[in-house]
């Protein structure tokens, strides 16, 4: 296992977060705007992430460095638990339930988030969608938390604007699906809010206004501070 690279911060001024399994770092994102200072460990090196960043086995780095932080974020890969892969019949791993032990063996407050196909392993996760924070896509992605960790679950609007089919291109009014081998990855990043991304991080991507909102309420764990309405 790698050294652990210093964080380019002030000590003392900004909160400690690992972000596991980090990708392209959309996730990332919303917690530095939340206030957080980012890790990011990625088995894949990771060229368009945007903060410090060690290539490595994401388990095994909560495992030995999990507790030097002040928060864990990890988003074990989705693929095993995706209709596309299913259909395909390709195989990954099921690093849920060892990402799970990893995190509560820490100590710290952490988030283990996954997709809708997860959601029988997941521990009353709370569902986080686009028009919530106005990302003008419908992206579910389900949030677990621990280590005294809660979300309240934001309320749910019926989806009425329309959304184009995978791959299609976007009809103006509609909202896009950002998934497979779709079109449009300029207006995607917009939408999105990841500028930095290409299609593969895209597909695949945490909106950053998703976790702007659970480093939020991270931060006011750690601070004792409320959450602003």
């Not at 060229?47 to 960043?53: M, S, V």
């Not at 693929?79 to 990893?102: F, K, V």
């Not at 029988?120 to 621990?146: D, I, N, S």
């Not at 895209?202 to 998703?210: F, H, K, T």
Request: aromatic residues 10%; contains cysteine; hydrophobic residues 40%.
């Amino acid at each position: 296992m790698p050294d652990l690279i210093p964080f380019p911060r002030e000590r003392g001024r900004r909160p400690r977060l690992l972000d596991a399994f980090c990708c392209q770092g959309g996730a990332a994102k919303g917690y530095a705007d939340a206030g957080f200072d980012v890790l990011g460990v990625d088995l894949s090196p990771q060229p368009r992430y945007p903060y410090a960043f060690i290539q490595g086995d994401a388990v095994a780095f909560i495992r030995e460095h999990g507790h030097e932080f002040d928060a864990i974020h990890a988003s074990p890969p989705c693929q095993h638990d995706s209709d596309c892969q299913r259909i395909q019949r390709n195989a990954h791993p099921d690093l849920i339930a060892p990402t799970r032990t990893a995190l509560e063996a820490t100590g710290r407050p952490w988030v283990l988030e996954n997709v809708g196909g997860a959601l029988p392993k997941l521990c009353e996760p709370v569902m986080l969608c686009g028009p919530m924070f106005g990302v003008r896509t419908y992206r579910h992605r389900y949030f677990e938390t621990g280590g005294g960790l809660t979300f309240p679950q934001p309320a749910h609007l019926a989806h009425t604007v329309p959304q184009a089919k995978m791959g299609r291109p976007v009809p103006p009014g509609w909202y896009g699906q950002y998934v497979g081998n779709f079109s449009g990855v300029q207006a995607a990043r917009e939408v999105m809010g990841v500028p930095w991304m290409n299609r593969d991080g895209i597909r695949e991507c945490i909106p950053p206004a998703y976790t702007a909102w659970t480093g939020a309420h991270l931060l006011a764990l750690l601070t004792g501070a409320e959450v602003a309405a």
